[in-house]
């Protein structure tokens, strides 16, 4: 055997052995794989049982009549918002020191005054041509007078047709005629006089400004924007579904109490209080909510120290809904998912469900499902299953930091 046969041998017998190594290894590793899962320990379940009870904290619940709060957002929207204007042409010659954006005036406070040469001038014109008229009116009656006196003499001799022409009739009528027109000149001239001085509708602060001394203005144009101080009112968007719990006013009763807060404007704690005035009769096109009208006197705090009200500034509004009548209030966070209540019965836990009635921000209103008296666990439970031992920490404890449902009578929390 040459040489590059013996080479050719050796090399193939070394890869028969690299071969027959590698199944050993499978082999073994099979074997390993089956021994072990055949030799696996196997859980077993034990049922056991809680012998230890939770320790719990409870409230007793009694079923009243309770006012729902409706929490919404308002914006503050003025009550009385005009546009001032002239109604004569004419240039301003004064105005009002407190004729100035921000401005506070009263009503009937002069604003502003035009140029009344002209309307003086014509209303002297208007007053001569009257007092002529009037004195042409005194000239034919006392010809009225003697046509009455020659009458007599020929009464027998003048129809019924000639008689008005005799005792100068039309004559008299067509003067009082001219008398009456003067008149109505005069009252003309004297308005426009009297509106040459510009003064305020009512009670008023100034928004914006347009013109000064020297400006000339004529009807149409804009002098000032002018809101009413006396009343505010806040437009609130709230749900269509809770507008059934918001009173509005009839002939026999005011509309819902309503509390106002800003707390990035108004001190900490500070309050303003408004009434529900009406309903605005649509929906936000994109929010679908509807909008109601809270009427808020004094907004400007002129006569008590209540905080100010900005036009357009965003409010948290609180509405006082009507009562509720004969349900249980929950905090919120004691109706579990799927509208359940934890009762503490027997020293057993008991999953009860329950109807609510209406939710606001803080509190669930349930009509349905609990009586009074239940027992309603507050503490927050690892297990929660049907018939787990509990018991209470102390009987019927309430804890301070937690809010109370129950009440002495009405609508009062």
């Given at each position: 055997?040459?040489?590059?046969?013996?080479?050719?041998?050796?090399?193939?017998?070394?890869?028969?052995a690299t071969m027959i190594v590698c199944?050993?290894?499978?082999?073994?590793?099979?074997?390993?794989?089956?021994?072990?899962?055949?030799?696996?320990?196997?859980?077993?379940?034990?049922?056991?049982?809680?012998?230890?009870?939770?320790?719990?904290?409870?409230?007793?619940?009694?079923?009243?009549?309770?006012?729902?709060?409706?929490?919404?957002?308002?914006?503050?929207?003025?009550?009385?918002?005009i546009i001032l204007g002239p109604r004569?042409?004419?240039?301003?010659?004064?105005?009002?020191?407190?004729?100035?954006?921000?401005?506070?005036?009263?009503?009937?406070?002069?604003?502003?005054?035009?140029?009344?040469?002209?309307?003086?001038?014509?209303?002297?014109?208007?007053?001569?041509?009257?007092?002529?008229?009037?004195?042409?009116?005194?000239?034919?009656?006392?010809?009225?007078?003697?046509?009455?006196?020659?009458?007599?003499?020929?009464?027998?001799?003048?129809?019924?047709?000639?008689?008005?022409?005799?005792?100068?009739?039309?004559?008299?009528?067509?003067?009082?005629?001219?008398?009456?027109?003067?008149?109505?000149?005069?009252?003309?001239?004297?308005?426009?006089?009297?509106?040459?001085?510009?003064?305020?509708?009512?009670?008023?602060?100034?928004?914006?400004?347009?013109?000064?001394?020297?400006?000339?203005?004529?009807?149409?144009?804009?002098?000032?924007?002018?809101?009413?101080?006396?009343?505010?009112?806040?437009?609130?968007?709230?749900?269509?579904?809770?507008?059934?719990?918001?009173?509005?006013?009839?002939?026999?009763?005011?509309?819902?109490?309503?509390?106002?807060?800003?707390?990035?404007?108004?001190?900490?704690?500070?309050?303003?209080?408004?009434?529900?005035?009406?309903?605005?009769?649509?929906?936000?096109?994109?929010?679908?909510?509807?909008?109601?009208?809270?009427?808020v006197d004094d907004p400007l705090g002129?006569?008590?120290?209540?905080?100010?009200?900005?036009?357009?500034?965003?409010?948290?509004?609180?509405?006082?809904?009507?009562?509720?009548?004969?349900?249980?209030?929950?905090?919120?966070?004691?109706?579990?998912?799927?509208?359940?209540?934890?009762?503490?019965?027997?020293?057993?836990?008991?999953?009860?469900?329950?109807?609510?009635?209406?939710?606001?921000?803080?509190?669930?209103?349930?009509?349905?499902?609990?009586?009074?008296?239940?027992?309603?666990?507050?503490?927050?439970?690892?297990?929660?299953?049907?018939?787990?031992?509990?018991?209470?920490?102390?009987?019927?404890?309430?804890?301070?930091?937690?809010?109370?449902?129950?009440?002495?009578?009405?609508?009062?929390?």
């Amino acid at each position: 055997m040459n040489e590059p046969q013996r080479a050719r041998r050796w090399r193939w017998l070394g890869v028969l052995a690299t071969m027959i190594v590698c199944v050993g290894i499978f082999t073994a590793a099979g074997a390993a794989i089956l021994v072990i899962n055949r030799t696996e320990p196997t859980a077993q379940q034990i049922n056991a049982t809680r012998k230890s009870s939770a320790l719990v904290e409870t409230m007793i619940v009694r079923r009243d009549n309770y006012s729902p709060k409706l929490s919404v957002l308002g914006t503050v929207l003025p009550a009385r918002d005009i546009i001032l204007g002239p109604r004569i042409s004419g240039e301003v010659t004064e105005i009002s020191d407190s004729f100035v954006p921000g401005g506070m005036v009263g009503k009937g406070k002069m604003l502003l005054k035009i140029d009344a040469a002209d309307f003086e001038n014509q209303l002297s014109i208007r007053v001569s041509e009257l007092e002529q008229r009037v004195a042409s009116l005194k000239i034919e009656q006392g010809r009225q007078s003697l046509a009455k006196k020659e009458l007599k003499l020929l009464e027998s001799t003048i129809d019924d047709a000639n008689r008005d022409l005799v005792l100068r009739g039309p004559q008299i009528a067509s003067i009082r005629a001219e008398v009456s027109a003067s008149k109505a000149a005069v009252e003309r001239a004297q308005l426009d006089l009297d509106r040459a001085t510009i003064v305020a509708p009512f009670d008023a602060q100034i928004i914006t400004q347009s013109v000064n001394v020297g400006s000339q203005v004529s009807p149409g144009d804009e002098l000032a924007r002018l809101v009413g101080t006396n009343q505010y009112w806040v437009s609130a968007a709230l749900p269509v579904r809770s507008l059934q719990w918001v009173q509005f006013p009839k002939p026999s009763e005011t509309g819902s109490t309503v509390i106002l807060r800003n707390s990035d404007a108004w001190p900490l704690g500070a309050e303003r209080i408004g009434r529900v005035t009406r309903m605005i009769g649509t929906v936000d096109d994109r929010t679908r909510l509807a909008r109601v009208l809270v009427e808020v006197d004094d907004p400007l705090g002129r006569q008590t120290n209540a905080p100010p009200m900005i036009l357009q500034s965003l409010l948290q509004v609180e509405i006082e809904g009507r009562a509720i009548e004969n349900v249980v209030r929950l905090p919120r966070e004691y109706v579990h998912g799927e509208d359940t209540v934890w009762v503490l019965k027997d020293d057993k836990l008991e999953i009860r469900d329950c109807q609510v009635v209406f939710r606001d921000a803080a509190f669930a209103y349930i009509n349905e499902g609990l009586d009074n008296d239940d027992e309603i666990v507050i503490t927050t439970l690892a297990t929660v299953a049907e018939g787990v031992g509990l018991k209470r920490i102390a009987d019927q404890v309430k804890p301070e930091s937690e809010p109370t449902i129950e009440t002495l009578s009405g609508d009062e929390p």
